[in-house]
């Protein structure tokens, strides 16, 4: 890779930047996660699966990744409503990267909580 677009990386406009942010924030990589192992999911069985995310959060993070084309929103015409929701073939493109990224954090979890006990040691 060149040098010039190492550089870009880093500006605040350069699209690359932008949709990596766009995903990669707290609730985006753990709702893709939840939806490869449930292709089609009510946003109620996400809620369950996240316990920690609240309802406007979730709806905000669904939001955003139907809108990067990463997530498809089916509704259905029923009473009441009822809405699923599962990757697009872009966001199950994403799969194989998010599977290694998770082996990663496997991997190397312990170290990384070691390494944040010594670190917090040291701040006090």
Sequence with gaps: MKRTSLIDAFDPKCPIRNILARFSEK???LVIYNLTLKPKTR??????EIPD????????TLTTLVAD???ERHSF???????EYSLSPI??????????LIGWAKEYS???VTHRLESSRHRR
Aim: charged letters at 20%; proline letters at 8%.
């Design 27 to 29: 609730w985006g990589l």
């Design 77 to 83: 015409n029923t009473v009441p409503p009822s809405v």
């Design 69 to 71: 084309g990463l997530v």
């Design 91 to 100: 966001g199950r493109t994403l799969v194989p990267y998010l599977e290694s």
């Design 110 to 112: 312990e170290q990384i």
């Design 43 to 48: 946003f109620n069985e996400l809620r369950k």
């Design 53 to 60: 995310i609240s309802a406007r959060m979730l709806s905000a």
